[in-house]
Nanobody, 122 residues
Framework: QVRLVESGGGLVQPGGSLRLSCAAS????????MGWYRQAPGKQRESVAT???????NYADSVKGRFTISRDNAKNMVYLQMNSLKPEDTAVYLC????????????????WGQGTQVTVSS
């Protein structure tokens, strides 16, 4: 069974940094795009950053220049380095990925992690 598990969230002061990690596990043939989304209380889920299997990246305007997404294809992992954090970055951050599992009959699936809380506050 394919799973995505995030780690690295926590409480940080404004201006601080955090690095989120997401590990994809299970019987996986291939992984396409990977990305990070976030959802704050009372708000819709929004895309933060995505990265293709070839390394092409895309960022929300609100995080450009502060966040960096990267991936390790050998380890089936994606990372989000978050610098210069602001209180408005407070949210649950979720990992998302397009994955082809071994037992899927060659059907790609859209998988989500459980999320990790990021709180930016003094």
């Amino acid at each position: 069974q394919v799973r995505l598990v995030e780690s690295g969230g926590g409480l940080v002061q404004p201006g601080g940094s955090l690095r989120l990690s997401c590990a994809a596990s299970g019987s996986i043939i291939s992984i396409n795009a990977m990305g990070w989304y976030r959802q704050a209380p009372g708000k819709q889920r929004e895309s933060v950053a995505t990265i293709s299997s070839g390394g092409f990246t895309n960022y929300a305007d609100s995080v450009k220049g502060r966040f960096t997404i990267s991936r390790d294809n050998a380890k089936n992992m994606v990372y989000l380095q978050m610098n210069s954090l602001k209180p408005e970055d407070t949210a649950v951050y979720l990992c998302n990925s397009d994955i082809l599992p071994e037992d899927s009959g060659m059907l790609w699936g859209d998988y989500w992690g459980q999320g990790t809380q990021v709180t930016v506050s003094s």
